[in-house]
């Protein structure tokens, strides 16, 4: 079993900036890839960005890509995201997930554990 825990949303005016983190228990952090995803009110669930296990590599979906940031800290065992040049857009309910296998990190379903998710709101 994994536990996953975010922190961080809150409301941000457009062009601003917040930092995400998702602290992780249960299992050996280092052993599992994360990722972030994001749910808009009306809206499936989407793929935000993953970063493997070493955090040597990591995705990002166009929509975010150059202003947002994933990274992790082993020894913390969390994983962050950086967000900066916030948008409207960029509203929604943002979930970290484990992977503990090796399933495409892209993908919704090759994450077994999801966290309750944090509340970002962008205002114009």
């Known amino acids: 079993q994994v536990q996953l825990v975010e922190s961080g949303g809150g409301l941000v005016q457009a062009g601003g900036s917040l930092r995400l983190s998702c602290a992780a228990s249960?299992?050996?952090?280092?052993?599992?890839?994360m990722g972030w995803f994001r749910q808009a009110p009306g809206k499936e669930r989407e793929f935000v960005a993953a970063?493997?296990?070493?955090?040597?590599?990591?995705y990002y979906a166009d929509s975010v890509k150059g202003r947002f940031t994933i990274s992790r800290d082993n020894a913390k065992n969390t994983v962050y995201l950086q967000m900066n040049s916030l948008k409207p857009e960029d509203t929604a309910v943002y979930y970290c997930?484990?992977?503990?296998?090796?399933?495409?990190?892209?993908?919704?379903?090759?994450?077994?554990?999801w966290g309750q998710g944090t509340q970002v709101t962008v205002s114009s």
């Open positions: 997930a484990a992977d503990l296998g090796s399933g495409v990190l892209t993908h919704i379903r090759a994450y077994e554990y």
């Open positions: 249960g299992r050996t952090f280092s052993t599992y890839g």
């Open positions: 970063i493997r296990r070493s955090g040597a590599i990591t």
